[in-house]
């Protein structure tokens, strides 16, 4: 099913090969036409599912013909629980906003900066990306009214509750005008989005996209038994010998991250590390010098992996194995997206063997091991 199908309007359509969109991803099929058509709408998907233009698009497409443009109030407000998430929502929002009919400006507010400069940037911001806590702050010294409200997105409701937003989100939602558009959308259905689910939609469309167990199907998971000394051998050997051109190797420690990213880097591999001690402009940086080609590796740690959009990767390899066995599916599962086939390599020393079990017992697959003692690994 082609875009122009689902009821978008030209100007969003005829934007959408310049982002690579050639044809829409199973929850986009669904709620873009339910979210065009003024429906409230419940989602079940996790990130990588294509979630943010699903409710992007349609949004800017409601928006075009129906902003005031005396108006200076907010008309969309999508609620997120981090300030990466923000920051890459508004992103999705600005990058799909550029040649419209009529201006669209977005903006992103969160906490850990200071206020002043956001309280500036708010006035006349027709689609506001907050974390509930500066929005509340931001309301309370009048730098932004929420009255005006049409459409109210939360994206990641469920980590927004794990967080403690609970009280903040009330609060806000009291602020809203009663007829409006309410949009939710969480990887998972648990007791309390029920109850945010139950408080704020009327009659939703529900939309449920399958999460990364199913699959795993896709994903061709082979481990290597290795020895701690030629981890760092094997993962050279890994990347060049399957002339790996993106790949994301996992490591349990910012410090092994960087240890990791030097190694590949004084053997002639393209790498940066994008963990929590890097700064923001530093990410960001690295994020886009991947996703040109320009860097092969990125190495993160599992912390900060969660937060950024580095979906779909080729090949993912867990340097050192997480604790979780819900790490490691999360881990995996970013490779083997979007119907395309990909690689996840474990590197298993004999300490990890029984850990490594336990994943594989939790994970229901067993994973094929590759004894690496007889690969030569002298000129890596
Ligand atoms: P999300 O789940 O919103 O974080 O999106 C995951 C990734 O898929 C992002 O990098 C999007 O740019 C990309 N994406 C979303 N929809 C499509 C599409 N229809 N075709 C190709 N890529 C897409």
Known sequence: MPFSSLGLPI??????????????????????PAILEGRDLLGIAQTGSGKTASYVLPILSNLIGNMDPDSRHVNVLVLVPTRE????????????????????????VFGGVSINPQMKSIRGVNVLVATPGRLIELESKNAVHLSTISTLVLDEADKMLNLGFKDEMTQIFNLLPKKRQNLLFSATLSDDVSAVNQLLLDNPVVVKIEGEKENLSLIKQVAYNVTEERKGPLLRYIIKNNNFKQVLVFTSSVFQADNVVDKLKSNGIEARAIHSKKSQGSRRESLIAFKQGKVNVLVSTDLLARGIDIENMPCVINYELPRSPKDYIHRIGRTGRAETPGDAISLITEEDKHHFRVIQKKMKRWVDMIESDGIDLHNY
Do not use: M
């Open 11 to 32: 100007f969003i359509t005829k934007g959408l090969p310049a982002h690579d969109y050639e044809k829409p991803f199973p929850i986009q099929e669904q709620a873009i």
């Open 85 to 108: 998430l923000a920051g890459q929502v508004a992103d999705v929002f600005r990058s799909f906003s550029t040649n419209l009919p009529e201006s669209v400006r977005t903006v992103s």
